[in-house]
């Protein structure tokens, strides 16, 4: 089955809506309720869709106990992982102001791009943390390195950079912060004292969500035997990859892990799912709910 968010998620979706119907079918006075939170709000700033229904539960005073996001958790074949857990996600935008001028006088000018050079290599060799039982260490990445006007014969006035955390629970957002403020006024400081230019420089940042995890209990429990069940793989637990609207629901309190199809093609043209594998994932989610609620 082709088609953009064949796999991410939207096979998944039509999974647990016919997997829950089957479920209702055998066992319709389940043990507790059942609700989907579907949203278009998904990628990107994610401001307007799980965020707000969370905060409508919260002021009505509901509880979520268990929540199954459909992400594409798996590898290499339907039921090889279950996500239970992500790493944080904090964005950071630095924007170094030097004096722009003609390539030829270089002595009225003060080039943010020498400024950048040392700073970058202090950020890539820093040991962030060395991980944190589930979780890998934490990461740091560079998306983004813009300087210049496209004029050969300028030198820039300005440099940006875009650069993103994939953090652990061993580490805060406030540590990554502060180390980072460090290591920026480290590097100009330096650059001061060796060439006597001084750099001004804004940092702003962003936090896309916390790390979260759970442990193993009921609701992996019931995850580990259903997909066993159908598919006889002993399903790996893991907290890779990037972040999900898991952020949002974990910080209720309640138990929270992703299983879906492979995720080889996501983000991809030409998208797709197996409709097997659509197929045994529904009987996946049926398998779930009746261990929880049946």
Same mark, same amino acid.
């Given at each position: 089955?082709?088609?953009?968010?064949?796999?991410?998620?939207?096979?998944?979706?039509?999974?647990?809506?016919?997997?829950?119907?089957?479920?209702?079918?055998?066992?319709?006075?389940? %043990?507790?309720?059942?609700?989907?939170?579907?949203?278009?709000?998904?990628?990107?700033?994610?401001?307007?869709?799980?965020?707000?229904?969370?905060?409508?539960?919260?002021?009505?005073?509901? *509880?979520? !106990?268990?929540?199954?996001?459909?992400?594409?958790?798996?590898?290499? %074949?339907?039921?090889?992982?279950?996500?239970?857990? !992500?790493?944080?996600?904090?964005?950071?935008?630095?924007?170094?102001?030097?004096?722009?001028?003609?390539?030829?006088?270089?002595?009225?000018?003060?080039?943010?791009?020498?400024?950048?050079?040392?700073?970058?290599?202090? =950020?890539?060799?820093?040991?962030?943390? !060395?991980?944190?039982?589930?979780?890998?260490?934490?990461?740091?990445?560079?998306?983004?390195?813009?300087?210049?006007?496209?004029?050969?014969?300028?030198?820039?006035?300005?440099?940006?950079?875009?650069?993103? @955390?994939? @953090?652990?629970?061993?580490?805060?957002?406030?540590?990554?912060?502060? %180390?980072?403020?460090?290591?920026?006024?480290?590097?100009?400081?330096?650059?001061?004292? *060796?060439?006597?230019?001084?750099?001004?420089?804004? =940092?702003?940042?962003?936090?896309?969500?916390?790390?979260?995890?759970?442990?193993?209990?009921?609701?992996?429990?019931?995850?580990?035997?259903?997909?066993?069940?159908? $598919?006889?793989?002993?399903?790996? =637990?893991?907290?890779?990859?990037?972040?999900?609207?898991?952020?949002?629901?974990?910080?209720?309190?309640?138990?929270?892990?992703?299983?879906?199809?492979?995720?080889?093609?996501?983000? *991809?043209?030409?998208?797709?799912?197996?409709?097997?594998?659509?197929?045994?994932?529904?009987?996946?989610?049926?398998?779930?709910? $009746?261990? =929880?609620?049946?």
């Amino acid at each position: 089955l082709y088609g953009r968010g064949a796999a991410d998620m939207k096979g998944s979706l039509a999974a647990m809506v016919t997997g829950c119907e089957r479920f209702l079918d055998a066992c319709p006075r389940p %043990r507790g309720s059942i609700a989907f939170l579907i949203t278009s709000d998904e990628e990107g700033a994610a401001v307007d869709g799980t965020v707000k229904v969370v905060e409508r539960l919260e002021a009505r005073g509901e *509880k979520l !106990r268990w929540c199954l996001v459909g992400e594409p958790s798996c590898a290499q %074949r339907l039921g090889d992982t279950i996500k239970n857990g !992500r790493r944080g996600s904090l964005n950071g935008r630095l924007l170094l102001r030097g004096v722009q001028g003609h390539v030829a006088y270089p002595h009225r000018a003060q080039n943010p791009i020498y400024a950048i050079g040392p700073l970058l290599g202090a =950020l890539v060799d820093e040991v962030w943390d !060395r991980g944190h039982d589930f979780f890998p260490p934490t990461s740091f990445q560079i998306s983004n390195l813009n300087a210049g006007t496209g004029a050969d014969n300028v030198i820039p006035g300005q440099l940006e950079m875009l650069f993103n @955390f994939r @953090f652990s629970p061993a580490v805060t957002v406030e540590q990554l912060q502060e %180390r980072t403020r460090l290591l920026i006024e480290t590097a100009l400081l330096n650059q001061e004292v *060796k060439t006597g230019q001084v750099f001004q420089y804004d =940092l702003e940042w962003r936090l896309s969500g916390p790390p979260f995890f759970t442990a193993p209990g009921d609701l992996v429990d019931a995850a580990l035997a259903a997909i066993q069940a159908e $598919t006889g793989l002993d399903a790996e =637990l893991s907290t890779g990859g990037g972040t999900s609207d898991g952020r949002f629901i974990a910080p209720t309190g309640a138990q929270v892990i992703e299983f879906g199809p492979l995720n080889a093609t996501i983000h *991809k043209i030409d998208e797709c799912v197996s409709v097997g594998d659509l197929e045994r994932l529904s009987r996946v989610y049926q398998g779930i709910l $009746t261990r =929880l609620l049946g």
